[in-house]
């Protein structure tokens, strides 16, 4: 199903065909795409089905699990308590937390800030302990029929912080939980109710809560997972980090929400934040590298040809979402998907990247394949580059990659590999060459139907390499000293 009202001058069907051809890479069950410009819902897709045994089509009022763009929503909440004067974003977290601790591993840390927290450098673990490996979801859930946790009996004696806040980035769905309850304990409500509130209320999106509510229950899609068979159904579980990832929403309700992000807090309902609050979210918090664009508070940066962009994307059993902004063109693009397994692969991040570049009249990203390659620097940017301490820090990039990368020379290529004993993980790809810059690559990741990637090695004043930058995530990897090339 397409819809094209407020079209004017769109062109449905160029973007039709980007969205069809990226569902021949990536199957879904079914698949809600949106186009927000000029402050509406100017163009929507809808393809497959919510429910596979009902055939219930997808529709604008389909509700899936947005999961991560959650975080986008808590720090908004956080974000308006900071304008109230309630919450001070340097100072620390444990400042405004009442239902647990947060545990350093060494006595002598600075603290972890409500900054760190929103920027992912808060030394926070990822999942709570070693058993959570096992589990499917990491810890993150449990079965809808069974009710969740208290947050207090859910950390236990505290939360972990591995290591020293604001030296490291690692993705943290427990420091967006920490973030949730200060939200609760700030403003003495539950995070459902104040987001219903102060975020969705105000905005116009009565499909959407952080519960699964009879606001949400009815539409809500089915999800699913592709294997031998075909599609089967996921279990349906609860989420018990909901400020990290427990949102239930709409294209409709999410259209109004993006509509306000690209149009500095308000939309035609009303206002979240203030338009300088908003552009403060949207600068660099958190850039390891000035050649990549960084992380904002809680958004993901980016660029499109010359084109500012910010998002999030979104994974859970079943589900798969992307949230991809334009701001600076008033243009947003949203794709939801009811099909995923637990991993970064499938259709909504193809979509949306592919969309924008249509909406915005750029051609294809591609790697360049002209520029010379440079051997004499070779030498020095081969060796190994690991993670580093905290194994449950960042245990997802682990488990595929190992403890870190590998530059090496194959074919007479420049490669980067995980060291992960897994052939398609030590194949590895190679690093393109751009102009200008020695130090400088690109990913060329059109096999996964995405625009390519950023990699950047550091040096010491010295001219030392000491560490690679990657612009997939501002994740940052040290070279290991000594290591042999």
């Known amino acids: 199903m397409v819809t094209t009202d407020h079209l004017d001058t769109l062109d449905a069907a160029d973007l039709a065909t980007r969205v069809d051809a990226v569902l021949n890479r990536w199957p879904t069950a079914g698949l809600a795409v949106g186009v927000v410009r000029e402050g509406s819902l100017a163009w929507f897709h809808g393809h497959g089905v919510a429910d596979v045994a009902s055939g219930t089509p997808v529709t604008e009022d389909t509700v899936f699990r947005v999961a991560s763009i959650t975080k986008t929503a808590t720090a908004i909440a956080v974000m308006q308590l900071r304008d109230r004067g309630l919450v001070d974003l340097d100072a620390p977290a444990e400042r405004y937390l009442r239902a647990y601790r947060l545990v350093p591993a060494r006595s002598g840390w600075r603290p972890a800030t409500v900054r760190h927290l929103l920027t992912h450098t808060a030394g926070v673990r990822a999942v709570r302990t070693p058993a959570d490996l096992l589990r499917p979801d990491m810890g993150w859930g449990t079965t809808k029929h069974r009710p969740a946790s208290s947050p207090a009996d859910y950390y236990g004696r505290g939360l972990r912080v591995d290591v020293e806040p604001g030296t490291r980035w690692a993705y943290s769905n427990h420091g967006y939980a920490v973030l949730g309850q200060i939200v609760e304990d700030v403003a003495r409500t539950s995070l459902a109710i104040y987001l219903r509130e102060h975020v969705f209320g105000p905005l116009g999106m009565p499909s959407t809560d952080l519960d699964r509510s009879d606001r949400v229950r009815s539409h809500l899609a089915t999800g699913y997972e592709i294997g031998r068979r075909g599609l089967k159904a996921v279990a349906d579980r609860e989420i018990v980090t909901a400020g990290a990832s427990g949102i239930f929403s709409t294209i409709r309700d999410m259209a109004r929400y993006a509509a306000a992000l690209v149009n500095g807090g308000r939309n035609d309902h009303g206002r979240v934040l203030a338009a300088d609050t908003l552009a403060e979210m949207f600068a660099p918090h958190h850039q390891p590298d000035p050649r990549l664009p960084g992380l904002g508070l809680s958004f993901f940066r980016g660029e499109v040809g010359d084109h500012r962009t910010v998002g999030h994307d979104g994974i859970w059993q079943g589900f798969r979402s992307d949230m991809l902004l334009a701001p600076d063109d008033g243009l947003g693009v949203l794709a939801f998907a009811n099909t995923s397994h637990f991993d970064p692969r499938g259709a909504p991040t193809p979509v949306t990247q592919t969309l924008l570049r249509g909406l915005l009249g750029l051609p294809d990203d591609m790697v360049r394949t002209d520029v010379p390659q440079r051997p004499q620097v070779w030498r020095e940017l081969c060796g190994r580059y690991s993670f580093g301490p ?45 102009p200008h810059d020695p130090d400088l690559f690109r990913l060329d990741l059109a096999g996964l139907a995405l625009d390519p990637v950023p990699v950047a090695f550091a040096r010491r004043p010295g001219a030392e390499v000491t560490a690679l930058h990657t612009g997939l995530l501002p994740m940052s990897l040290t070279k290991n000293s000594g290591a042999r090339p």
């Open 390 to 434: 905290g194994a449950l820090l960042d245990p997802q990039p682990r488990l595929f990659l190992g403890t870190g990368v590998e530059v090496l020379v194959r074919d007479d290529r420049l490669v980067i590999r995980g060291r992960m004993p897994i052939p398609a993980v030590r194949r590895g790809l190679r690093l393109h060459p751009v």
